[in-house]
């Protein structure tokens, strides 16, 4: 071979290799992007370094609103089940029965013994976007129906590591002292008969809660790698750091505040191996990242309850402390950095993620979500321009712009301040009183005469439904659910 021949082989191996790679990036820039939503359970609005804790390290989450956006007023639900099929359905829970009889002794959740779930008829992130080829995995918690036929595996998902339900649910030890029973503070595994699931089958019980999130990681960054060539959807639901607080022993002792610290730090940790793997695999700018919390902290555990910083309250109530959740969107090369104060809520993930895809949602049933991507995009303002409240099936507050208007509150779940009708409404400015300690009703006549008219309006778009939680299989004593 001569060196005239070798130089034109190599210059035409070199255009090879340059036309796939050009062909490789089209492909990318025209394919849906992947969307991973992380979502922690019970972590407070002031629990994150980059919204203000002052003793947690979360290092990977800051990095994240940095070179992403921090949304400072972003909403869920006030309490788990509600929150989680919110976020799944882009659907008010009032609307789909993901509550319980208000003023009633069920519970706010499903519990280990629901008879319902969520039910079938109604259509999920992983479904819409499993309609474009999307590969759809979850990791974690479900909490939306216990039994086999109300299971990730039925709702869209092609995979599943996980609980049905909350860790401290199926107590095998006396509650010597109500919430502040001993077991939650000195917790061991065997204190819960809780089963972890892969698909629809139990591989440990109980499962040993302090190596959930390191577990719950690892089966996170197997999804990742395995479905690398094609669009994906992953949905991570932390276990933590809802009580009994755990974590592994890497983490044991890691922070300043705490075992809650440890709990929390372990959690950020988790999030740089999901964005670490996703930069491995070289699809990390073709990825969208959510990390969000379901509700906020759960107060009466103290220490062990986490923190709602300057706002007012915690789980469980419509205070926002209850109801604002840290919010952080990551999308490198699409995402334009900066801080969000715009509107946003879990409402709004399914509609977005749609669009981001160019999937089709349902057209026969109302949802409540709206279309984020401009606003993640930097090419325009937030569409949500007004927010519903809600416990149980019970409209407890609205806001509109910068003005929130409470009918109905009480204090935090489990304990508290008792529910109080408030005639005429509270009224607070947001913007200027984030922590609702002024109420400016008398001053703005006007203004609470336009938000009381907006949730009358709201309430003609809600048809009754039958509050699912109150259904629950009756057991015997002793008697096991699987």
Known sequence: MTILSIIVSGLLLAVAVLAATVDGLVAQAGAPPNIVIIFADDLGYGDLGVFGAPSIRTPRLDAMAA?????????????????????LTGRLPVRNGMFGTPGGTAPKVFRDNAAAGLPPEEFTIAEVLKSRGYATGMV????????????PMRQGFDSWLGLPFSHDMRMTVPRDKGLQTDAYYQPKPE???????????????????????????????????????????LYLAHSLPHIPLARSDAFVGHSAGGMYGDAVEEIDW??????????????????????????????????????????KEGKGTTWEGGVRAPAIFWWPGTV?????????????????AAALAGATLPRDRVLDGVDLSAVLRGSGPGPRDKLFYYWDSELRAIRKGNY????????????????????????????QDPGERFNVAAAHPDIVADLTREAEAHRLTVVPTEPLFDRLIALTPGQRMR
Not at 76 to 86: L, N
Not at 141 to 147: I, V
Not at 339 to 345: E, F, K, L, P, Q
Request: include cysteine; charge should be positive.
């Open 404 to 431: 929130k208007a409470h009918f109905i509150t009480s204090g935090a779940y489990g304990e508290g301040e008792p529910r109080t009708v408030h005639t005429p409404p509270l009224l607070f400015d947001l913007a």
């Open 140 to 151: 974690g918690k479900w909490h939306l129906g216990q039994r086999t036929e109300f299971l």
């Open 270 to 311: 988790s999030t740089g191996q999901v964005i670490d793997a996703l930069r491995k695999t070289g699809i990390d700018r073709r990825t969208l990242v959510v990390f969000t919390s379901d509700n906020g902290p759960w107060l009466p555990f103290r220490t062990h309850g986490g923190s709602s910083g300057p706002l």
């Open 191 to 233: 204190y819960w008969d809780v089963p972890l699931m892969r698909n629809n089958d139990v591989i440990e019980r109980p499962v040993d809660h302090r190596t959930l999130t390191k577990r719950y990681t690892e089966e996170a960054v197997r999804f990742i790698t395995a479905n690398r060539a094609r669009p994906f959807f």
């Open 67 to 87: 070179e992403g956006q921090k949304w400072t007023s972003f909403y869920v639900q006030p309490v788990c089940s509600p929150s989680r099929a919110a976020l």
């Open 336 to 352: 334009r950095p900066g801080a969000v104060t715009d509107m946003g809520s879990g409402l709004d993930l399914i509609v977005t």
